[in-house]
């Protein structure tokens, strides 16, 4: 399905009954990061899983995206299918946008569900990271981008056991576009410290990260989220890494399940 938002064409798939559960993907992915939950959790939710601008099968814009930007086109998004409040869960990129979401569009958000995901804005070192890897990928389209997530984003366990995992994350990184990646990477570069504004949040919130998470690990950013996010909740999954819902689904569909469950319909 496609909307007009902020005049941009943006793809997403909506399905299921119940709550509405808004999904953000990370970056360099797409909506089908959720494919496992848009299976496993209709039943309960009324799921929206949108490719963010200049991903998937959404449109691109020139320059930068910041994560207010991602914002925006969300909330854009709920208006045009007319839902006035929805969970919202994001995976790390998608957990900056959530954030974002939440200072900006509090009373839409029912709940929250940080995946793997940090409220720090980036040391220097990263930040230049990321303005190189826009070079790079000016220079060379997307794959250095792809080559640079790729050995970072899974478990160990996952590398060594589950070779489709892997050609799924490859394949998925792979098809994001230039335009894409190069306007995620500015707005990440430039995306404030949300810490300070953690102790506002004040609907229940889950943080699930997975136990091998180098990107955002769980012993560090899940507790500073846990700790700041009044009454937040903080489930750790065995054996997962960075895309702990791709990695683990089952497991992480029924810790999203129990708390969907917890909500007042
Ligand atoms: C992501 O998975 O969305 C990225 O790791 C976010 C980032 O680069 O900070």
């Known amino acids: 399905m496609e909307a007009i938002v902020n005049n941009i064409r943006l793809y997403y798939v909506q399905m299921g009954q119940g709550i509405p559960l808004l999904m953000v993907h990370g970056y360099p992915l797409d909506h089908s990061l959720w494919r496992a939950q848009m299976d496993g959790l209709s039943d309960i939710a009324q799921?929206?899983?949108p490719d963010l601008r200049g991903f998937g099968q959404s449109e691109a814009s020139d320059g930068i995206c910041t994560m207010v930007a991602y914002a925006d086109d969300l909330a854009a998004l709920l208006d045009a299918l007319k839902i006035g409040r929805a969970?919202?869960?994001g995976l790390s990129m998608g957990g900056y946008i959530a954030l974002a979401f939440w200072n900006k569009y509090a009373s839409r958000v029912r709940g929250l569900i940080l995946v793997d995901?940090?409220?720090?804005?980036?040391?220097?070192?990263v930040r230049q990271g990321r303005l190189d890897m826009v070079e790079l990928?000016?220079?060379h389209g997307s794959k250095p981008a792809a080559e640079a997530m790729l050995p970072r984003v899974l478990a160990e366990s996952t590398r060594q056991t589950r070779p489709d995992l892997v050609e799924l994350a490859r394949t998925m990184m792979l098809r994001q576009s230039p335009a894409g990646i190069i306007g995620a990477q500015l707005g990440m570069a430039e995306r404030p410290d949300s810490t300070p504004m953690l102790s506002t949040i004040n609907v229940p919130t889950l943080a699930v990260f997975g136990d091998q998470d180098v990107i955002t690990p769980a012993e560090t950013e899940g507790r500073n989220l846990a700790v700041a996010i009044p009454d937040a909740k903080l489930v750790i999954i065995p054996n997962a890494g960075h895309l702990s819902n791709l990695e683990q689904p089952e497991t992480f569909n029924v810790t999203v399940r129990k708390?969907?469950?917890t909500l007042e319909p």
């Open 87 to 89: 969970v919202v869960c």
């Open 117 to 125: 995901t940090r409220a720090g804005a980036d040391a220097p070192v």
């Open 259 to 261: 708390f969907l469950s």
């Open 47 to 49: 799921i929206i899983a």
């Open 137 to 139: 990928v000016r220079q």
